[in-house]
């Protein structure tokens, strides 16, 4: 509730500034000129801090002590790359922010095409942040990936973004085009180097069109000391099926923020995800939902885990604009605090200039709830194995909704693993 | 063999049970029946062990072992069994699963193996058919859309699966119309034998013609205050409670 | 149904422009010269006639102000205030301390009589069960005009008089008390507030004294150019008890004008403050000219264990509303509410909700908040709960509805949940929605015409907050949410 205030550069903005000073040195007149442009726009605002409301529970200016060197082209084993466990995909390797092919899965699939790009997405993102101006000023590198329209592809995409090296930094652009009727799972992975201190900067940019029909999974499973930013900008056409899950376990600091616009009646858009915090953990998911056209549905239901001193932020946004009939917007946020010095800080907002809507959001944080677990042991079940199957219980629920097969088994089983709980259910 | 000795218990600083004396042997069946707010629901969270209720004077023995300081889950491997007024809706965990934990989790606690798929499968099939509980209902989540009938045929079913040598059943037969209490009241006598116990409580004697209870007893204010057999319930159907109040009060 | 009937009868009897209260009276006053300056702080001190340490307390808080910058995180927009084109103190000139009712100018009488305000003692007493009965202070522009049952109070050991009375005659009170839940430098309008406020109301009472009667305030604004810093403090000592009233008016003006009042409760052990207020300043007309800026600062704290602060607000006036009646709950086991019903119509913009702080053990708050938009108004419902690392067991429920007349208007939400404590519980709902197609029907096919249909249905959606009103209270605010929806429908 505070106003912004001119302050002094950070140890972090001045690095970002020789970084961007080198970088411009060695880039051509045309990407130069949109490097600048990025540039400027990063500049008049600064690494986010607490009195920038969007960035109120997420001080970036304090948790970034110093910007990474920006890391150079490096050509990791494959076996470092993770993934999508257990899953035949469709793999694009994207490590350090540049595309590497030679990690790439090379046969051709039909109705997906994917370039190499120098990294510069278009010029109109549905965002003004910060670090997604900072994402274009310094990107290294990334892809596009079309999908022709009424494509359908069985086979899951793989998007694995990997960090190699320490005390590093990536900047990666993506840029994704979904053409009419298509159908697809998309798998975004973020990893790194175990143990690894670096940040990682993705700016991922969608289009879908109309009638598609698209599931995205994202999972970020990057190293426990990296800092992680990704900026979805989403744009979806009409009568499309957009289902987005957000899956987030690694980081020290994480953040996703992603902006998303309706430009096409009757689409609805599924936005869900998990966070799963421990130690000193600081995960942030906030959104900004645009209900620009009437009659789209969105459902933003999201969950966390909190443990330790761990901490967890949620921000949701959903604007309904002044033609926006029929919307239909509900969001739920529901935190688990498993620790006394575990923290959640929600903010589900409402901003509606349209009368005939359908809106809600609600909100529910404590602990396990009392009652379920006396009647879980007084069927003779221990204390420990009670909470885990609790846990467990309340993070499915949001996966199940995902209502994707393959990512479900995929999500059940990381989840399993980070609880310890392989023994805890019997399947 | 339960053992309740002068039990008093009180739930955050209020005395609700105020000594109570009861003994039930295997293969009995004791109806506790009392007005509302008598202390039948704290008696049946003080046998099952829930943290909030408190015994501060008296004692809980079951086949000889102190229960105070058991936990409710080692209370259950010790063979009792809570059927709850209102059971709890358990989102996430589907009823199968729920059920196959619960089941290796006691046998664990008692060392024994845990029970094959195909098994309990077959275990679960079986004793669901009696109680009318449908394969749907086993796939959803724990009690999370069930109706009130639903509920109770499916605690019974745990209570069968579970084999528990305790029976407590609180006002099981609340929110039941007369079909599902004919079927639940069926489930619970085909349990009934000669080395397991059951308490039934209950508010109302339209349950007990169904599970004809050996010894009736009448609680009032926390304390057992008659106890009689099972033309004690008609008595009670006749006059109601206000004998028992008064009695107490004066 | 009566009170429906008799709704739409009031909605029926006033023109769509016409504001109820919007008459001015012409009384002369005594005005500071315009604008502001250490020695208006002074000549606002002096003419209150206050020792030096108040003067000092002002001094220190124009100081911080000048310091300050005007608050832009609401969503409210207007033209920037020109904060020296203001008198900062308007009195009646016939009226410095007037010693009874007898010495009252009998224009400001007849303005409260208008306003439906009896302050004439024998007035209420003819036909008034005594329970029923409510002392007043009248507050105009400025200035406390009259107290009533000042002594029947001061029975049972209840001070209520003018704060600035309370200044000079309790000073040990004041001193402690004053600023203590909103310190000097809290925000911009508080602190403005601290160094011009000229009057309001005080109430202190006792230690084991449940108050014999309802307190209240009426504030009305008149004169032309004024702001308006009203001031209260209420404390309810050990295991007191109180229930004081807020009632605000004021004359149609093509100008804005600025109201800045600061209200300070403090609940110490077992004690109780029932706060309600009916907030009616004129709203500006249909085409969003004129109107009062509400800038309001309003704060309990819950100091003791115990303790319980209760909020409840209709806002159905002014031009802007920038107000969060907020509880401290700092004291184990005490508690918190809100309720409020906050009705926009015409040009009108609200930013309001409330803060509930918990910090201590097994506090508990509940946040009830119905918001209404019609016309092409903004209404914002903005609150934050926050359970501190020692809150254990804290308890929250937050419902906050919406309700959209028309497809010009908007309806916000934004709630900050924020806790530190495995313990604490939180549950917020919040729903936004239009009346239902059907629920129009139904009414209409049972006889209602469109207004009638209307009322009934957004009665029914503000009871659970019209129900913690006081009962008369609650018949007059019935009223005005129907008068404020007028012109609405179609």
Same mark, same amino acid.
């Given at each position: 509730?505070?106003?912004?205030?001119?302050?002094?550069?950070? *140890?972090?903005?001045?690095?970002?500034?020789?970084? &961007?000073?080198?970088?411009?040195?060695?880039?051509?007149?045309?990407?130069?000129?949109?490097?600048?442009?990025?540039?400027?726009?990063?500049?008049?605002?600064?690494? %986010?801090?607490?009195?920038?409301?969007?960035?109120?529970?997420?001080?970036?200016?304090?948790?970034?002590?110093?910007?990474?060197?920006?890391?150079? !082209?490096?050509?990791?084993?494959?076996?470092?790359?993770?993934?999508?466990?257990?899953?035949?995909?469709?793999?694009?390797?994207?490590?350090?922010?540049?595309?590497?092919?030679?990690?790439?899965?090379?046969?051709?699939?039909?109705?997906?095409?994917?370039?190499?790009?120098?990294?510069?997405?278009?010029?109109?993102?549905?965002?003004?942040?910060?670090?997604?101006?900072?994402?274009?000023?310094?990107?290294?590198?990334?892809?596009?990936?079309?999908?022709?329209?009424?494509?359908?592809?069985?086979?899951?995409?793989?998007?694995?973004?990997?960090?190699?090296?320490?005390?590093?930094?990536?900047?990666?652009?993506?840029?994704?085009?979904?053409?009419?009727?298509?159908?697809?799972?998309?798998?975004?992975?973020?990893?790194?180097?175990?143990?690894?201190? +670096?940040?990682?900067?993705?700016?991922?940019?969608?289009?879908?069109?109309?009638?598609?029909?698209?599931?995205?999974?994202?999972?970020?499973?990057?190293?426990?000391?990296?800092?992680?930013?990704?900026?979805?900008?989403?744009?979806?056409?009409?009568?499309?099926?957009?289902?987005?899950?957000?899956?987030?376990?690694?980081?020290?600091?994480?953040?996703?923020?992603?902006?998303?616009? &309706? *430009?096409?009646?009757?689409?609805?858009?599924?936005?869900?995800?998990?966070?799963?915090?421990?130690?000193?953990?600081?995960?942030?998911?906030?959104?900004?939902?645009?209900?620009?056209?009437?009659?789209?549905?969105?459902?933003?239901?999201?969950?966390?885990?909190?443990?330790?001193?761990?901490?967890?932020?949620?921000?949701?946004?959903?604007?309904?604009?002044?033609?926006?009939?029929?919307?239909?917007?509900?969001?739920?946020?529901?935190?688990?605090?498993?620790?006394?010095?575990?923290?959640?800080?929600?903010?589900?907002?409402?901003?509606?200039?349209?009368?005939?809507?359908?809106?809600?959001?609600?909100?529910?944080?404590?602990?396990?709830?009392?009652?379920?677990?006396?009647?879980?042991?007084?069927?003779?079940?221990?204390?420990?194995?009670?909470?885990?199957?609790?846990?467990?219980? &309340?993070?499915?629920?949001?996966?199940?909704?995902?209502?994707?097969?393959?990512?479900?088994?995929?999500?059940?089983?990381?989840?399993? *693993?980070?609880?310890?709980?392989?023994?805890?259910?019997?399947? | 063999?339960?053992?309740?000795?002068?039990?008093?218990?009180?739930?955050?600083?209020?005395?609700?049970?105020?000594?109570?004396?009861?003994?039930?042997?295997?293969?009995?069946?004791?109806?506790?029946?009392?007005?509302?707010?008598?202390?039948?629901?704290?008696?049946?969270?003080?046998?099952?062990?829930?943290?909030?209720?408190?015994?501060?004077?008296?004692?809980?023995?079951? #086949?000889?072992?102190?229960?105070?300081?058991?936990?409710?889950?080692?209370?259950?491997?010790?063979?009792?069994?809570?059927?709850?007024?209102? %059971?709890?809706?358990?989102?996430?965990?589907?009823?199968?699963? &729920?059920?196959?934990?619960?089941?290796?989790?006691?046998?664990?606690?008692?060392?024994?193996?845990?029970?094959?798929?195909?098994?309990?499968?077959?275990?679960?099939?079986?004793?669901?058919?009696?109680?009318?509980?449908?394969?749907?209902?086993?796939?959803?989540?724990?009690?999370?859309?069930?109706?009130?009938?639903?509920?109770?045929?499916?605690?019974?079913?745990?209570?069968?699966?579970?084999?528990?040598?305790?029976?407590?059943?609180?006002?099981?037969?609340?929110?039941?119309?007369?079909?599902?209490?004919?079927?639940?009241?069926?489930?619970?006598?085909?349990?009934?034998?000669?080395?397991?116990?059951?308490?039934?409580?209950?508010?109302?004697?339209?349950?007990?013609?169904?599970?004809?209870?050996?010894?009736?007893?009448?609680?009032?204010?926390?304390?057992?205050? !008659?106890?009689?057999?099972?033309?004690?319930?008609?008595?009670?159907?006749?006059?109601?409670?206000?004998?028992?109040?008064?009695?107490?009060?004066? | 149904?009566?009170?429906?009937?008799?709704?739409?009868?009031?909605?029926?009897?006033?023109?769509?422009?016409?504001?109820?209260?919007?008459?001015?009276?012409?009384?002369?006053?005594?005005?500071?010269?315009?604008?502001?300056?250490?020695?208006?702080?002074?000549?606002?001190?002096?003419?209150?006639?206050?020792?030096?340490?108040?003067?000092?307390?002002?001094?220190?808080?124009?100081?911080?102000?000048?310091?300050?910058?005007? %608050?832009?995180?609401?969503?409210?927009?207007?033209?920037?205030?020109?904060?020296?084109?203001?008198?900062?103190?308007?009195?009646?000139?016939?009226?410095?301390?007037? *010693?009874?009712?007898?010495?009252?100018?009998?224009?400001?009488?007849?303005?409260?009589?208008?306003?439906?305000?009896?302050?004439?003692?024998?007035?209420?007493?003819?036909?008034?069960?005594?329970?029923?009965?409510?002392?007043?202070?009248?507050?105009?522009?400025?200035?406390?005009?009259?107290?009533?049952?000042?002594?029947?109070?001061?029975?049972?050991?209840?001070? $209520?008089?003018?704060?600035?009375?309370?200044?000079?005659?309790?000073?040990?009170?004041?001193?402690?008390?004053?600023?203590?839940?909103?310190?000097?430098?809290?925000?911009?309008?508080?602190?403005?507030?601290?160094?011009?406020?000229?009057?309001?109301?005080?109430? +202190?009472?006792?230690?084991?004294?449940?108050?014999?009667?309802?307190?209240?305030?009426?504030?009305?604004?008149?004169?032309?150019?004024?702001?308006?810093?009203?001031?209260?403090?209420?404390?309810?000592?050990?295991?007191?008890?109180?229930?004081?009233?807020?009632?605000?008016?004021?004359?149609?003006?093509?100008?804005?004008?600025?109201?800045?009042?600061?209200?300070?409760?403090?609940?110490?052990?077992?004690?109780?403050?029932?706060?309600?207020?009916?907030?009616?300043?004129?709203?500006?007309?249909?085409?969003?000219?004129?109107?009062?800026?509400?800038?309001?600062?309003?704060?309990?704290?819950?100091?003791?264990?115990?303790? !319980?602060?209760?909020?409840?607000?209709?806002?159905?006036?002014?031009?802007?509303?920038?107000?969060?009646?907020?509880?401290?709950?700092?004291?184990?086991?005490?508690?918190?509410?809100?309720?409020?019903?906050?009705?926009?119509?015409?040009?009108?913009?609200?930013?309001?909700?409330?803060?509930?702080?918990?910090?201590? !053990?097994?506090?508990?708050?509940?946040?009830?908040?119905?918001?209404?938009?019609?016309?092409?108004?903004?209404?914002?419902?903005?609150?934050?709960?926050?359970?501190?690392?020692?809150?254990? #067991?804290?308890?929250?429920?937050?419902?906050?509805?919406?309700?959209?007349?028309?497809?010009?208007?908007?309806?916000?939400?934004?709630?900050?949940?924020?806790?530190?404590?495995?313990?604490?519980?939180?549950?917020?709902?919040?729903?936004?929605?239009?009346?239902?197609?059907?629920?129009? $029907?139904?009414?209409?096919?049972?006889?209602?015409?469109?207004?009638?249909?209307?009322?009934?249905?957004? #009665?029914?959606?503000?009871?659970?907050?019209?129900?913690?009103?006081?009962?008369?209270?609650?018949?007059?605010?019935?009223?005005?949410?129907?008068?404020?929806?007028?012109?609405?429908?179609?």
């Amino acid at each position: 509730m505070n106003a912004p205030a001119k302050i002094q550069e950070t *140890k972090a903005e001045q690095s970002l500034n020789a970084q &961007f000073d080198a970088i411009l040195a060695q880039t051509t007149q045309n990407n130069a000129n949109q490097r600048k442009q990025a540039w400027d726009a990063f500049k008049a605002k600064g690494i %986010p801090h607490r009195r920038v409301e969007e960035w109120h529970y997420t001080d970036l200016r304090t948790k970034m002590n110093d910007a990474f060197a920006l890391a150079s !082209k490096t050509a990791p084993k494959a076996e470092a790359l993770t993934g999508a466990t257990g899953l035949e995909t469709y793999r694009i390797a994207i490590v350090n922010g540049r595309y590497v092919p030679e990690l790439s899965s090379n046969q051709a699939v039909a109705g997906l095409t994917v370039t190499e790009a120098d990294g510069f997405l278009a010029a109109q993102l549905g965002t003004d942040d910060a670090m997604a101006h900072l994402n274009q000023a310094l990107v290294q590198g990334g892809v596009t990936i079309k999908i022709d329209a009424n494509a359908t592809i069985e086979r899951p995409i793989e998007i694995v973004r990997y960090t190699d090296g320490t005390e590093v930094s990536s900047y990666a652009g993506t840029s994704v085009d979904i053409g009419s009727g298509a159908k697809a799972l998309i798998i975004e992975s973020f990893e790194g180097d175990a143990n690894a201190a +670096y940040q990682s900067n993705a700016l991922t940019e969608v289009k879908v069109g109309n009638n598609a029909n698209i599931h995205w999974l994202k999972l970020q499973v990057e190293s426990e000391k990296a800092q992680h930013i990704e900026t979805y900008s989403v744009e979806l056409g009409a009568q499309t099926n957009f289902q987005h899950f957000i899956y987030n376990e690694g980081s020290s600091l994480s953040r996703a923020q992603l902006f998303l616009e &309706f *430009k096409g009646e009757g689409t609805h858009a599924g936005l869900r995800g998990t966070s799963l915090l421990k130690d000193s953990q600081h995960a942030d998911i906030t959104l900004f939902v645009n209900h620009a056209v009437p009659e789209c549905e969105s459902r933003e239901y999201y969950r966390a885990v909190v443990d330790d001193k761990a901490r967890a932020v949620f921000q949701g946004k959903i604007i309904v604009e002044p033609d926006a009939q029929k919307t239909d917007g509900q969001m739920m946020i529901k935190s688990l605090l498993l620790s006394d010095t575990a923290e959640i800080n929600a903010k589900p907002e409402l901003e509606i200039f349209a009368d005939d809507v359908q809106c809600a959001h609600g909100s529910t944080t404590g602990d396990i709830d009392e009652e379920l677990l006396f009647y879980l042991m007084a069927r003779g079940i221990p204390e420990a194995q009670a909470r885990k199957i609790l846990i467990l219980a &309340f993070l499915s629920e949001a996966i199940e909704e995902f209502e994707e097969e393959r990512s479900v088994k995929l999500l059940e089983a990381m989840i399993r *693993k980070w609880l310890h709980a392989d023994d805890v259910v019997s399947e | 063999m339960l053992e309740i000795k002068n039990l008093h218990a009180e739930v955050d600083g209020n005395k609700i049970l105020r000594g109570i004396d009861l003994t039930v042997r295997p293969g009995e069946v004791h109806a506790i029946m009392g007005p509302n707010g008598s202390g039948k629901s704290t008696l049946s969270y003080v046998l099952a062990g829930k943290d909030d209720y408190e015994i501060t004077e008296g004692s809980i023995t079951y #086949n000889g072992v102190d229960w105070s300081e058991l936990g409710a889950d080692e209370r259950a491997a010790a063979g009792m069994f809570l059927a709850f007024q209102y %059971p709890i809706e358990i989102p996430g965990v589907a009823t199968m699963t &729920f059920l196959k934990t619960a089941l290796n989790a006691q046998r664990k606690a008692r060392g024994e193996d845990e029970i094959s798929t195909p098994d309990f499968m077959k275990l679960v099939r079986e004793k669901s058919k009696a109680l009318k509980v449908t394969p749907d209902m086993l796939k959803r989540p724990l009690n999370v859309g069930f109706s009130g009938g639903e509920k109770k045929r499916a605690e019974i079913l745990q209570m069968s699966l579970l084999e528990p040598t305790l029976c407590v059943l609180d006002e099981t037969d609340s929110g039941l119309d007369i079909d599902a209490l004919r079927i639940v009241s069926e489930g619970v006598n085909q349990l009934r034998s000669p080395d397991r116990s059951m308490i039934v409580i209950t508010h109302y004697q339209r349950l007990l013609d169904h599970i004809v209870p050996d010894v009736v007893h009448v609680l009032s204010k926390g304390k057992i205050v !008659k106890t009689g057999g099972k033309e004690l319930a008609l008595e009670l159907e006749k006059n109601g409670y206000a004998d028992y109040v008064d009695e107490e009060a004066a | 149904m009566a009170a429906v009937q008799e709704t739409i009868d009031q909605v029926k009897a006033i023109d769509v422009d016409q504001y109820k209260y919007g008459f001015v009276t012409d009384i002369e006053s005594e005005l500071a010269p315009k604008g502001l300056n250490e020695d208006i702080v002074a000549f606002i001190s002096a003419k209150k006639e206050e020792p030096e340490w108040m003067l000092n307390w002002r001094l220190e808080a124009y100081r911080r102000w000048k310091t300050m910058e005007e %608050p832009t995180w609401a969503r409210v927009e207007y033209p920037k205030i020109d904060f020296e084109d203001l008198h900062y103190y308007a009195a009646p000139k016939n009226t410095e301390g007037p *010693k009874s009712l007898d010495e009252v100018d009998p224009e400001l009488l007849e303005t409260y009589k208008k306003l439906g305000i009896p302050l004439a003692e024998q007035e209420i007493l003819a036909g008034v069960a005594p329970e029923n009965r409510v002392a007043v202070d009248a507050v105009f522009d400025s200035v406390s005009v009259a107290t009533t049952f000042k002594e029947e109070l001061a029975k049972a050991g209840v001070i $209520f008089c003018p704060i600035s009375e309370a200044v000079r005659e309790h000073p040990e009170l004041v001193q402690k008390y004053l600023g203590s839940v909103v310190p000097v430098s809290d925000n911009f309008y508080a602190t403005l507030n601290s160094a011009v406020f000229s009057d309001g109301s005080f109430v +202190y009472v006792p230690p084991g004294v449940r108050c014999p009667m309802e307190l209240s305030t009426y504030f009305r604004i008149n004169e032309k150019n004024t702001g308006q810093f009203e001031r209260t403090l209420i404390i309810a000592d050990k295991g007191s008890y109180v229930s004081y009233l807020e009632g605000c008016t004021a004359p149609q003006r093509d100008e804005n004008q600025l109201h800045a009042a600061v209200v300070e409760l403090v609940a110490l052990e077992d004690a109780e403050i029932k706060y309600s207020t009916v907030q009616n300043w004129y709203p500006g007309d249909s085409e969003g000219k004129g109107g009062i800026y509400n800038f309001v600062t309003k704060r309990g704290d819950c100091r003791e264990k115990n303790s !319980k602060i209760s909020w409840t607000q209709v806002e159905t006036g002014s031009a802007i509303t920038w107000k969060y009646p907020s509880c401290i709950l700092r004291g184990d086991n005490s508690q918190g509410e809100f309720y409020s019903i906050a009705i926009s119509n015409g040009h009108q913009q609200i930013d309001s909700g409330t803060k509930m702080i918990h910090l201590g !053990k097994n506090t508990a708050s509940r946040i009830i908040s119905k918001g209404i938009s019609a016309g092409v108004s903004q209404n914002t419902y903005r609150g934050q709960v926050s359970a501190h690392r020692k809150a254990s #067991n804290a308890r929250n429920f937050t419902q906050c509805d919406s309700l959209l007349i028309g497809d010009k208007c908007g309806a916000h939400t934004v709630p900050y949940i924020e806790s530190k404590n495995s313990t604490a519980v939180f549950e917020h709902e919040a729903t936004t929605s239009k009346i239902s197609d059907d629920q129009m $029907f139904y009414c209409q096919a049972r006889g209602l015409d469109e207004e009638e249909a209307v009322a009934l249905i957004v #009665n029914g959606f503000v009871r659970d907050v019209i129900q913690q009103l006081p009962m008369e209270f609650a018949v007059e605010a019935q009223k005005l949410i129907s008068i404020s929806l007028e012109g609405s429908v179609g």
